[in-house]
């Protein structure tokens, strides 16, 4: 399994964080996330000043990010860098106690981080970057809830249309919108 990394400055990182996070990468199927070494749990006071890759058409600033994906490279192995306290900041306090909140929020910018490695070592059907990423997301973020919470699909249906709408919007009316980088 995938190493979990945390490396925080200020940020008090709560108990369940990294449980949470292990059972998100324990249902990625074997030799998706071989390859990548760990996964770094930071928060945007380690991250260095400066604008990400173009995603989107534009640059953002690193700090406002919610998370990279780190190609491998001769010096480096493969890894992605979560910036909690950017991912959980839509996520208001009362919904952070409940497992499904978050590990909804911290899985779609794990699996989409881990989705731009698996465009490159497995490729996808959509176009490749961020489609393909988004793509990864929810697809992984649907295997986990099926393996890992045995929801029926009727369950999913129901939480997917009433609940996340509902969480969306606090997320939009609270914070920044979600944005995650690439880099490498």
Known sequence: MTAVVTSFKTYEAPRWLLPTVECLLATIPPGHAQSLSHVLLTDSDSIGRGKSARVRGRKWNRRDCCGFYHRA???????????????????????????????????????????????????????????????????????????????????????????????????????APHRTGTAG
């Open 73 to 175: 490279t001769p010096r480096s192995p493969a890894h992605v860098v979560v910036i909690v306290d950017n991912v959980l900041r839509g996520l208001p306090h009362a919904l952070r106690s409940i497992p499904f909140f978050r590990e909804h929020a911290l899985g779609r910018t794990i699996y989409h981080e881990v989705g731009h490695h698996l465009d490159l070592l497995v490729g996808s059907t959509s176009r490749p970057g961020e489609a393909a990423a988004e793509s990864w997301s929810t697809r992984l973020l649907r295997q986990h809830w099926r393996s890992r919470h045995r929801i029926s699909r009727a369950v999913l249906r129901v939480l997917g249309s009433v609940v996340l709408p509902i969480a969306r919007w606090f997320g939009a009316s609270h914070s």
